[in-house]
């Protein structure tokens, strides 16, 4: 009796500190943006809507929000596409060595990270004259996520009869026919996950993103929060709270709008 | 006509379409992921810089690079902090923490379950370097917010623990996956079993060392692997300390970026990069290892991603 109470309290107060630990820093995110001085938390915040004025002045912030959309978006579109296009094939079509090539990838992916392939990512980019361009992020982003993506899409397709298929095959539609008008709607809430993950990548990425971008007209979101500093070199925790919270809000809102539209459960990686 | 085989080509798209749409992906694929981890071998040969001489024509050293870094007490400090890292946020932290919520959540959770978890995956959700410099405002200065709150004036966190602040930052931000997987876990283990150990007077360690571990070896195996491998390559705590003060946070992947890009020694760094690929291959293998034969959702979707 006395160890269910002693276990009880435990537990409480073990949730407690858990739920104080995860949630003060989202109120500090949530308040500090209409704070005046969001260092000093002692003092009741002074409510202001003056940080995000500064923010609408700050000459790349809304530039680099359009950058992220554009790096994120490129590399969702491109990596739906062609990984839709490869699962299809390698899951209607006997190619030979398919499973060893499938299990290759997808040991390549985890091992070739940014940390690993740091040097060589950096070469490229200046040798093919991708640095400071949005498709030098996209295509190296891409190339990161598309193995993971085939094999979670092949996962999907396999799922779905092919009897559809061999109908529309009999009335004369071709395989990109199919693809597009067949097999797509069947595996939306695939590509759906598939297209949220790489978005998201994208948009919390920092690494490739900050050794590819020199021009700060170009750089993303998730780089610009690092140059938000004064002219003395403090950072601006005005600007940078602000910030955060208005990029945050785009990767939240699509979460929970993909999850409740295709009701993909929260499965292990994915989120970047 | 030859009969398509076992899975009825039924979409018509025969082996020569078939390698047609798999090809651009592999090219984008062989480009930037094969080509790079092949070319990192070959540059961690070289005495290849960013600038000066060595850049214009970079010449084989052979293992002068490795030979180099392993005599470099600045390598072997990094290695060490990261073991430290790694161990303290994701195997202790991560995985510790994820599992004992996990448990109590389910064992005493009752209405406020799905509000903690709420709350926790919110934080796996939010953009990793919004999560950096949410942390790096807590814990800037002595009258940082935190300190501020936990009336503790004078901890400089990110000055004099800068190990310490990276560790609770890639706690706060990395626990709910291990939560959700260990969550999914533990539905593989009756509740008629726990009840029984209970009315049999076992304690909770006994419990959990009898009943549970026996169930969920593999899981936990699988969550130690993926955690480990993200928070090994994972470059965001750059965003909190740069590495410093004096290197003393200074994580293998800020080391690589600060040898290779900033000090302008691509070869050195390349070498460094290909110890880290090694180093990520053992991972990868014994995770593909566990993963093999059963292959579900759950399981291949973990490996779509570290948290960037």
Known sequence: ????????????????VVLAFFTLPMLWLASAPFDDTPAITTSIPEFTLRNFAAILDNPYALGSIRNSLIQGGGAAALVVVLAALAAYALSRVRVPGRDVLLYLLLLLSSV???TAAMVPIFELATRLDLIDTHLGVILVVSGGLLPAAIFILKDFMDDTPTSYEESARVFGATPLQILRHIV?????????TIAVWALASVWGGFLFQFIL?????????????????????APRLDLISTFSLLYSLPVVA???FVSQRYGFRFHGGIKR | MARPTSAADAAGLGQGRAIAFVLPALALIAVFLVFPALWTIYLGLTDYRLTGLAAADPQLVGTDNYTGALGDPRFLSSLWLTLLYVGGSAVIGQAGLGFALAWVLRTRGGPLRRAVEGVVLLSWILPSTVVGFLWFALLDRDDGTLNALLHTPGFA???????????????WRGTAFSMMLYSAALENVPPSHLETARLAGASVPQQL??????????????????????????????????GGPEGRSEILPVYVYRVALRDGQLGAGAAISFLILLINLVFALAYLRLLRGRRRHQEITAAAGPPA
């Open chain 1, 1 to 16: 009796m006395i160890r269910r109470t002693v276990g009880r309290l435990a537990a409480t107060v073990f949730i407690a």
């Open chain 1, 112 to 114: 070739v990270t940014g």
């Open chain 1, 184 to 192: 797509v709607p069947l595996v939306r809430p695939g590509l759906a």
């Open chain 1, 213 to 233: 971008l020199r021009d700060p007209a170009k750089a993303p979101g998730s780089v610009i929060l690092y140059t938000l500093y004064t002219e003395g070199g």
């Open chain 1, 254 to 256: 699509m979460y929970l």
């Open chain 2, 157 to 171: 966190w990110l000055l004099d623990h800068p190990l310490l602040s990276i560790i609770v930052f890639n706690v």
């Open chain 2, 209 to 242: 060392r009898d009943v549970v571990l026996p169930r969920i070896r593999r899981h936990i195996l699988t969550n130690l692997l993926l955690i480990s491998l993200w928070t090994f390559n994972d470059f965001t705590p750059f965003v909190l300390t740069g």
